[in-house]
């Protein structure tokens, strides 16, 4: 029903800085929060950072001061600027979205992305 794709992801060096999109399409009506994830192979996927309509945002404490997580509703879309990179910010990152199909529902509709890739060499 949601088709939720990322972009932006690419090779920096350490201290760069990149702004990821995430972008949700389909029969959606309202977002409850947007999720950024990311992950290593072999490793767990873990949050980064979380912005939910009450406009509390989280974030992990690896990225706390680095980076900041804002969106746009009416374009159901979620950024993420990562500045001061490192390379353990390394990995893919995926969108995930918790939304409602139409007015006043409980929210039943989640979808993840694809994933984009983040390489931050030394």
């Known amino acids: 029903q949601v088709r939720v794709v990322e972009s932006g992801g690419d090779s920096v060096q350490a201290g760069g800085s990149l702004n990821l999109t995430c972008e949700a399409s389909?029969?959606?009506?309202?977002?409850?929060?947007m999720t950024w994830y990311r992950q290593v192979p072999g490793k767990q996927r873990e949050l980064v950072a979380q912005s939910t309509t009450g406009g509390s945002n989280y974030y992990a404490d690896s990225v706390k001061g680095r980076f900041s997580i804002s969106r746009s509703d009416a374009r159901y879309a979620v950024y993420l600027q990562m500045n001061s990179l490192k390379p353990e910010d390394t990995g893919v990152y995926y969108c995930?979205?918790?939304?409602?199909?139409?007015?006043?529902?409980?929210?039943?509709?989640?979808?993840w992305g694809q994933g984009t890739q983040v390489t931050v060499s030394s």
């Open positions: 389909g029969s959606i009506f309202t977002i409850n929060a």
């Open positions: 995930y979205v918790l939304g409602a199909s139409r007015p006043g529902a409980r929210p039943d509709i989640d979808s």
